[in-house]
């Protein structure tokens, strides 16, 4: 695996550690991370309503370790079952804490998401990415679109059931979109390969896989640092 950070091409914005409901502590994500030859991963516990100062500081603290590394870390969170109309104040209060990126957890048909999650995570200023959006509305493909906001397609079991519905409306209204792990263990963090395959099997054309394993993750992570 190279050792410079151009040799590594995987990028991954969310996945979980014991501060939250993952397994493995943050350094056990990262370092896993940098074995299976991650550019990129963002650690984004769940919160809801209450204050992540806490978790972003210790995700800060471990983060130090890995500094002057070959993989780039990023400390955020995955703003969790937050009723709507408080979505965009505690994504502010997650950006003022320090979270260089704020994902939200979208409508997936799996479990119970206040309905209305995904759109007001589209509408919210200082949400980056919406993680897993289940059936997302044509109407709410294109708000995002018009924010600038990205996409998920994921690997993890159950919310990945609608990737191919994401992926045709990200084609249709230009959003960007991303293969996140959603990792709650270092043995689920998804390397490149299969993120490719994930894309693929979503129903995206070769330039489109490109696109969501590398452009919009470049992009996407300027967008983090400038945070
Ligand atoms: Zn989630
Ligand atoms: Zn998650």
Redesign the pocket.
């Known amino acids: 695996m190279g050792r410079t950070k151009g040799a590594r091409k995987r990028y991954d914005f969310?996945a979980h550690t014991f501060l939250s409901d993952g397994e493995n502590s943050p350094t056990d994500m990262w370092s896993a991370a940098e074995r299976v030859g991650h550019r990129v991963l963002a650690l984004t516990d769940?919160v809801a309503l209450e204050d992540p100062t806490p978790l972003l500081r210790r995700l800060a603290e471990e983060a130090g370790a890995y500094e002057n590394g070959p993989m780039t870390t990023l400390i955020g969170v995955?703003l969790?079952k937050v009723p709507a109309s408080k979505i965009a104040e505690a994504a502010r209060r997650a950006r003022q804490a320090g979270a260089q990126i704020v994902i939200v957890?979208?409508e997936?048909l799996m479990e119970y998401v206040p309905p209305g999650t995904n759109h007001a995570a589209l509408a919210a200023p200082d949400v980056d990415l919406l993680?897993?959006p289940g059936l997302l509305t044509e109407k709410d493909a294109d708000l995002a679109h018009a924010q600038g906001k990205v996409l998920e397609l994921s690997a993890r079991r159950m919310?990945g059931l609608t990737n191919g519905h994401v992926a045709s409306l990200a084609v249709a209204s230009g959003v960007d979109v991303v293969v996140d792990s959603?990792a709650h263990r270092f043995d689920e963090l998804v390397p490149l390969e299969l993120a490719r395959r994930i894309a693929q099997g979503a129903g995206l054309q070769p330039d489109r896989v490109a696109a969501a394993l590398e452009e919009a993750p470049r992009r996407l992570v300027k967008r983090c640092a400038s945070s």
């Open positions: 969310h769940h995955e969790s957890h979208g997936t993680a897993h919310h959603d």
